[in-house]
């Protein structure tokens, strides 16, 4: 079995020192594990390179057939001996939306532990031990997640009052000569609340870029100039009044779907986190009142 792990880890990472580090062995035991298990088949299973390890055919084969059976084998035990959920989405949604709500669910369900994983990207349910992942329909599911549509996404150009008051920022046109800004992880925010919005003749070119949405919005609530972001991630700030919408929201290309682990769905805590977050992504990101 530790042979087995040992090579299913390496064809997976492509390399015996990350499947070491997950295993929390030395690359000295990943190595002899694989070289025992090539012995004990009568097949190589990998070809060793300078800087990767590829698996051949045989072990392309080997290692699929392995990756089914771990997470089937995780799978049975998670359904005698219920872990903690863990909910899975982006820093920007935990800073901007999880965190100021969660404690709504522990008051509606004190018994149910939850924890967390900032991620946006790809994921296994079993081997990344994740329950349910909040995601936009640009990310591709597991092949077996069990799938909820939550809310179409309306997104629309944010900026602190003293910004908007200071730059004269009356109509859409002038954001022409704002200090526009914008993320690295969605670049293209601001083309498409453009074409959303039908100003895509407008000539908009940021002049600074942050690392993710959530940096980039408490950028604009600093008075830094002016961000395209989702409604839901800065609904808050625009009801305590650090944020203004001079030319209110519209609904833009992207979809919220929550994914949900097929050997955890029906489950009363996985049915409580699903039905609290339908309910408080509903209220947060459909459609707005200023909405034009």
Known sequence: MNALRAFEATARHRSMTLAADELCVTHGAVSRHIKSLEETLGVVLLNRKARTTEPTPEGI???EGLASAFSLMQASVDRVRPAPLTLSCSSSIMMSWIIPRISRFHDLHPNIELQFNM?????????DKISIAIRTNV?????????????????GPVCAPQYLEASGLGAP????????LSTRTRPEALID???????????LEPKAEFD???????????????AVVPRMLVLDQIQSGRLVAPFGFRPGPRRL??????????????????????????SSAGEPRDAF
Not at 119 to 127: A, G, L, P, S
Not at 140 to 146: E, L, V
Not at 173 to 180: G, H, I, Q, S, Y
């Open 61 to 63: 084969r080997l290692a």
């Open 173 to 180: 046109e002038d954001m022409e000569k704002a200090l526009l």
């Open 257 to 282: 779907l929550l994914w949900i682990a097929p050997h955890l769905v029906g489950r009363p805590d996985t049915l409580a986190i699903e039905n609290w977050l339908t309910r408080e992504i509903h």
């Open 119 to 127: 991620n946006y990207d790809r994921i296994d349910f079993v081997r």
């Open 139 to 155: 990310i591709a599911p597991p092949d077996d997640a069990i799938i909820r549509e939550l809310s179409g996404e309306w997104i």
């Open 212 to 226: 993710h949405f959530y940096l980039l919005i408490q950028a604009a609530a600093c008075g830094l100039g002016v």
């Open 193 to 203: 609340w453009q074409k959303a919005a039908g100003y895509e003749g407008l000539s």
